[in-house]
């Protein structure tokens, strides 16, 4: 009985160490090098934070649109912000940081059909556009 008793609470802790650490990172996104300019927010240039604009707008409207075509909108914002940046040192340096990991997402997105790795995927874009707003500004 007394064996039974510690499996039971090994079992519960485990649960609990698990699931404490899944519901932590399905919200927190860490971007290793990421940080602000001496705690405030890095300047962007106006088309950049255009483009971002867009792709929140867009991630915030997706309803059920199909994976190919939302990767495709996706793409050309992000090609835009490429485009017309003109960001220097280390401001764009930063946001290569959070850049690159939105077009990993975005290329990724378009090849999916699982809905729920889709659903992931876009969860994980609106984190990363929401690190941008959170380390950026006009």
Not at 21 to 42: C, D, F, P, R, Y
Not at 90 to 95: I, M, V, Y
Not at 116 to 125: E, F, H, S, V, Y
């Amino acid at each position: 009985m007394k064996l039974k008793t510690v499996y039971s609470i090994a079992l519960l802790f485990i649960l609990a160490l698990f699931g404490c650490k899944n519901k932590k990172t399905e919200s927190t996104i860490v971007l290793e090098g990421l940080a602000l300019n001496n705690g405030k927010q890095w300047v962007a240039n106006q088309e950049t934070h255009i483009g971002m604009k867009r792709i929140d707008s867009v991630l915030k409207t997706e309803n059920s649109i199909d994976t190919k075509t939302l990767g495709n909108v996706l793409s050309k914002e992000t090609s835009y912000i490429i485009k017309s940046c003109n960001m220097k040192g280390e401001a764009h340096d930063q946001l290569h940081i959070v850049l690159v990991p939105i077009l990993e997402e975005i290329t990724d997105l378009k090849d999916e059909e699982n809905d729920t790795a889709k659903a992931q995927k876009i969860k994980r874009l609106k984190l990363l556009v929401a690190k941008y707003f959170e380390f950026f500004k006009v």
